[in-house]
C-alpha cells in the first residue's frame, strides 16, 4: 500500500510428530506488515486453523480464528553474528475457539537479547538473552497443542533433550505448560580471524499456569562451543551437558549457521 506497509497471505499444512503429543494442522489467512523504522517492524493478521492433535489427553479435533500481532525492535550489528545491540520481539496471539465450548484466550512470547562487546578490537564478547511465554483463558484442552510451551534443545536449554521439559499432570500425562522462562549467556571470545571459542549455560522453566505460579519445574545446561566464520555467517558447534542430574553424562552436539541468539 506504501513503500513501507505490505499485505501477505499464507496457506500453511503440517504434520508434526513431537515427543509428547503429534498434530496435524492447516491454516490459511492474511495480514499486514509494516516498517516503522529501520529498527522498528510489525504485523498483525488474522488466520484460521484447524488441528488434530493426540496427546496424553486422548484425541481430539480443534478449530480457531487466531488474530496475530507482532512487533520487532533490532538495534544488532549483524544478525547472523552480533556483537553489539539489543534485540526484542514480542508477539501476542489472541485467539477463539469455534468448536462447541471451545473458549478463547492468549498467548504471549517475548525474546530479548543483549550483546556488548569489548577488549583490543571487540575480541571479547558477552551475550545474554531472556524468553518469556504464557498462554491465558482457554482451557488446556481447547490450546492447540504447539500454542504450549516445551523447554530443552537448541532454542532453549542446550544439553537438554529436545522438549524435554513439560507439565507431568500424573505419572502418565504429561503436556505443554501455560508458562515459559528461559535465560541464556554466553561469552565469546576471538581465538583468530576465523575461530571463536564460547562458553554458556542455559536454564528454562515450565509451569501449569499462565503466570508460572502453581506446578512446575527448573532444568539447566551448559557447555562449550566453536565457531568458524564463513561468507554466509559464523557455523556454529556446540557440546553441551545438563546441570544437575545426568551432568557429564548425558552431551548433546548442536550444529547450525549463525550465533546461537
Do not use: C
Not at 577488549?119 to 531472556?130: K, M, P, Q, S, Y
Amino acid at each position: 500500500f506504501t513503500p513501507d506497509t505490505g499485505a501477505f497471505l499464507l496457506a500453511n499444512i503440517e504434520d508434526n510428530n513431537e515427543p509428547d503429543y503429534s498434530e496435524r494442522k492447516a491454516e490459511i489467512g492474511g495480514g499486514l506488515t509494516h516498517i516503522f523504522s529501520d529498527q522498528l517492524t510489525g504485523e498483525a493478521g488474522i488466520t484460521y486453523r484447524y488441528s488434530e492433535i493426540t496427546d496424553d489427553l486422548g484425541n481430539r479435533e480443534l478449530q480457531h480464528l487466531l488474530f496475530p500481532l507482532r512487533a520487532t525492535w533490532d538495534r544488532r550489528d549483524d544478525p547472523l553474528n552480533p556483537t553489539s545491540g539489543l534485540y526484542l520481539d514480542v508477539s501476542l496471539t489472541p485467539f477463539i475457539g469455534l468448536d462447541d465450548g471451545g473458549g478463547a484466550g492468549t498467548r504471549l512470547y517475548v525474546d530479548l537479547r543483549e550483546h556488548v562487546s569489548f577488549g583490543e578490537n571487540d575480541r571479547f564478547t558477552l551475550a545474554g538473552r531472556a524468553q518469556l511465554g504464557s498462554v491465558t483463558g482457554a482451557d488446556i484442552e481447547d490450546v492447540p497443542a504447539d500454542m504450549l510451551f516445551y523447554s530443552g534443545g537448541a532454542g532453549t536449554v542446550r544439553g537438554q533433550r529436545y522438549q524435554s521439559l513439560g507439565v507431568d499432570l500424573s505419572p502418565t500425562v504429561t503436556i505443554g505448560g501455560r508458562s515459559f522462562l528461559g535465560f541464556s549467556g554466553e561469552v565469546r571470545t576471538m581465538v583468530s580471524d576465523s575461530i571463536q571459542a564460547v562458553v554458556f549455560a542455559d536454564t528454562g522453566f515450565i509451569g501449569q499456569d499462565a503466570f508460572g505460579t502453581g506446578r512446575g519445574e527448573w532444568h539447566s545446561g551448559a557447555g562449550i562451543g566453536a565457531r568458524y566464520f564463513t561468507a554466509v555467517g559464523p557455523i556454529r558447534v556446540d557440546l553441551a551437558t545438563p546441570i544437575g542430574e545426568n551432568a557429564g553424562e548425558n552431551i548433546e552436539l548442536y550444529i547450525g549457521i549463525g550465533q546461537a541468539f
